[in-house]
């Protein structure tokens, strides 16, 4: 009996040890029920590359059989030729992420890279907040669906069936969202811009002498060149110069004319013969009156016998 009551504590013990224990399980369940799950990065990458070379259809090829081994594919492709004849293509590939760096190493060896643009956008945030969206949209519509099934009335009926299809429309356009970002996520997008180089002139050594033909080949592109000088100096002048020949050929026409205007006038203004002085009647007895004395003695000028001939003589 004794070594039974001795025991009972430590059965006791157990017991509670147990509930306990059971206790502390149960608390850590609760503990990793309630933690929440952690959603994997969600991360939409691009790139464009820019290459350079000399075989458009050569490098187009091996960027193709490099995305098909890395499990991708191409988009889009689109191969041209530009004014100069220089051939150029742009692809765009759909790569594995896992492969996305991989795949950019092997497409800039191509040829002489000329640029690339690497961008990486984080949506996670985006894709948790749109399925949990989704999901409540989907029982949202689950219960709609319910309350049309248990509807008696028409009008209970038709103002349901539009709620109905309202909601389903909001779930259509956001699993239209999640699948978007989940594409764009899921594979990452390059873009490989190709091209030729243009073609650069032979430049000939600098120890080399100029001929005979170079030097006249430089002269007679000095000369027109002088020529188109020339010529555009002139028609820039030229509308200056016909019209200043104009205003000269008008001023000429009216200095011209003015004297003869002049004229004109003082003959129509003073056609009658000035009188002469006083002095000038007395001295030729012409303003004597008829019967004044030596008015008829004094002999005209033009009867005068022998005036005109001594003035000849």
């Known amino acids: 009996a004794p070594s039974r009551a001795a025991n ?17 399980g149960a608390n850590g369940g609760d503990r990793s029920a309630k933690t929440p799950k952690i959603a994997p990065s969600q991360i939409i990458r691009t790139a464009t590359l820019t290459v350079q070379t000399k075989d458009v259809a050569t490098a187009l090829a091996t960027a193709r059989a490099a995305v ?23 692809i765009v590939l759909r790569v594995p992420p896992a492969e996305y760096n991989a795949v950019l190493g092997r497409l800039s060896g191509l040829g002489k890279l000329l640029s690339r643009e690497v961008s990486a956008k ?23 669906r319910a309350l049309v099934e248990k509807a008696t009335s028409i009008s209970d009926i038709v103002s349901l069936e539009s709620e109905l299809g309202t909601r389903e429309a909001n779930l259509e356009s956001l699993e239209a969202q999640l ?5 764009r996520t899921g594979m990452a997008t390059v873009t490989l811009l190709l091209r030729q180089p ?38 820039a002048v030229l509308p200056f110069a016909v019209a200043a020949a ?39 007895g012409a303003g004597a009156p008829a019967g004044a004395p030596g008015a008829a003695d004094a002999p005209d000028a033009a009867d005068t016998p022998g005036e005109g001939d001594q003035g000849t003589r």
């Open 8 to 24: 009972a504590p430590s059965g006791g013990a157990a017991v509670e040890g147990g509930r306990g224990g059971a206790a502390g």
């Open 68 to 90: 098909d081994g890395a499990g991708g594919y191409a988009a889009d492709e689109t191969t041209d030729r530009d004014a100069g004849g220089h051939d150029r293509s742009r």
């Open 122 to 144: 984080d949506v996670t945030d985006q894709v948790v907040d749109v399925d949990s969206r989704i999901r409540t949209q989907r029982a949202s519509v689950s219960r709609v």
């Open 179 to 183: 699948k978007s970002l989940k594409e």
């Open 198 to 235: 243009d073609a650069t002139p032979e430049e000939k050594p600098d120890d080399e002498p100029a001929s005979f033909g170079d030097a006249l080949s430089g002269g007679w592109h000095a000369f027109m060149t002088a020529v188109r000088w020339v010529l555009v100096a002139i028609g």
């Open 246 to 284: 104009l205003l000269y050929a008008l001023w000429r026409l009216v200095r011209d004319r003015l004297p003869v205007a002049r004229r004109v006038r003082r003959r129509t203004d003073g056609g009658s013969t000035p009188k002469p002085a006083d002095g000038a009647q007395d001295a030729s």
